[in-house]
């Protein structure tokens, strides 16, 4: 079993930046494949980011250039950092652990999610 933890979530204006973390307990969480998603109201849960068990990385195209997904296997945390934030980027942002190294970028690889946490960018 993975407990995931998501803080930083907020309000901000378009332009700005937040840093989201996850902080995860349980299993060993340098082996597990992390992921970011988000869902906006009456949308689906879509994909923003995954980092491996060995670091590497993958973006949706929409967010490409301004996140930047992190971890710290000492802390068994994942952070996502959000740069030059639009409204568009407006949902309830969703850490995820796989039990696979790799992750991938739909909801049906992952086996452990968090609580959620909201951000709203403001125009």
């Known amino acids: 079993q993975v407990l995931l933890v998501e803080s930083g979530g907020g309000l901000v204006q378009a332009g700005g930046s937040l840093r989201l973390s996850c902080a995860a307990s349980?299993?060993?969480?340098?082996?597990?494949?992390m992921g970011w998603f988000r869902q906006a109201p009456g949308k689906e849960r879509e994909f923003v980011a995954r980092i491996s068990g060995g670091g590497g990385t993958y973006y949706a195209d929409s967010v490409k250039g301004r996140f930047t997904i992190s971890r710290d296997n000492a802390k068994s945390t994942v952070y996502l950092q959000m740069n030059r934030l639009k409204p568009e980027d407006t949902a309830v942002y969703y850490c995820?652990?796989?039990?696979?190294?790799?992750?991938?970028?739909?909801?049906?690889?992952?086996?452990?999610w968090g609580q959620g946490t909201q951000v709203t960018v403001s125009s």
């Open positions: 349980g299993r060993t969480f340098s082996s597990h494949g």
């Open positions: 995820a652990a796989s039990v696979s190294w790799f992750g991938g970028p739909t909801p049906a690889e992952y086996d452990y």
